[in-house]
């Protein structure tokens, strides 16, 4: 049985590091109940709370808006090499000579104001070419930014609501802890009066040891979760 809770501890640490994004080999230390109460408050957040935070912290999707982003413009690029272009120039003349003379601007000068427009006839076929290819490409970066944002939507559901099951366990193991220490005492005290034999005393301190144990692993899973819930929604865990 130790060898057994020895591994078991010890996969425990290294899935603990795992969450946390370390090396699996760092030693860990379970925190007291005042220090757990302190990162319980970090996180009690509602899970829609939770789904906003990591839709805004989350690298990937800041990396996938930037590419969104750049597939839009990508696009608008596009859409304008198939748009004419068109150059306006304007020209103003003036006869010094006439306008010292005459004194009269209007007729001392003159305007000349042109238009040009040219249209891409040989390279339309290609600008349009473009315009389908950047058009895909941004249709398919908004299918997996979506697609994006349901996944990360469903780790933070999972990590939130085994958050909330480990925290009923810890509620659980405490009540168990309680009961199995009244039992112990009751069968120490009929022990001593010659009631009951010296087994009894052992199973009840056996059942004690167990639902201290108990406690102790629903403690460490629930920080885990606290760990999971806290990378899922992109906040920094050291």
Aim: hydrophobic residues 40%.
């Amino acid at each position: 049985d130790l060898i057994f809770a020895e591994n078991t501890l010890s996969l425990t640490q290294a899935d603990l590091n795992n969450c946390l994004g370390i090396d699996l080999d760092t030693p860990l230390l379970i925190l007291s109940d005042d220090r757990l109460e302190n990162i319980e408050g970090v996180c009690a957040l509602t899970i829609d709370d939770c789904l906003a935070c990591a839709l805004k912290n989350r690298p990937e999707i800041k990396k996938a808006d930037i590419s969104l982003l750049i597939n839009e413009i990508d696009l608008k690029l596009a859409r304008k090499e198939i748009l004419p272009d068109i150059t306006m120039q304007g020209n103003c003349n003036m006869d010094a000579d006439q306008l010292i003379n005459k004194h009269n601007w209007n007729e001392s000068t003159s305007w000349e104001i042109s238009i040009k427009t040219s249209l891409p006839i040989f390279d339309v076929g290609k600008a349009k070419r473009g315009v389908i290819k950047a058009d895909i490409n941004l249709a398919n970066t908004r299918t997996n930014v979506d697609q994006l944002k349901k996944e990360i939507a469903l780790e933070v559901k999972k990590a939130y609501l085994t958050v909330m099951s480990q925290k009923k366990m810890i509620e659980t193991t405490e009540k168990q802890v309680a009961q199995a220490k009244e039992s112990f005492e009751s069968a120490q005290g009929r022990y001593k009066s010659g009631i009951t034999p010296m087994y009894e005393v052992t199973d009840a301190q056996t059942s004690l040891n167990n639902a201290r144990t108990g406690y102790v692993k629903a403690v460490y899973d629930y920080q885990i979760a606290i760990f999971s819930l806290k990378k899922a929604i992109g906040e920094n865990l050291l």
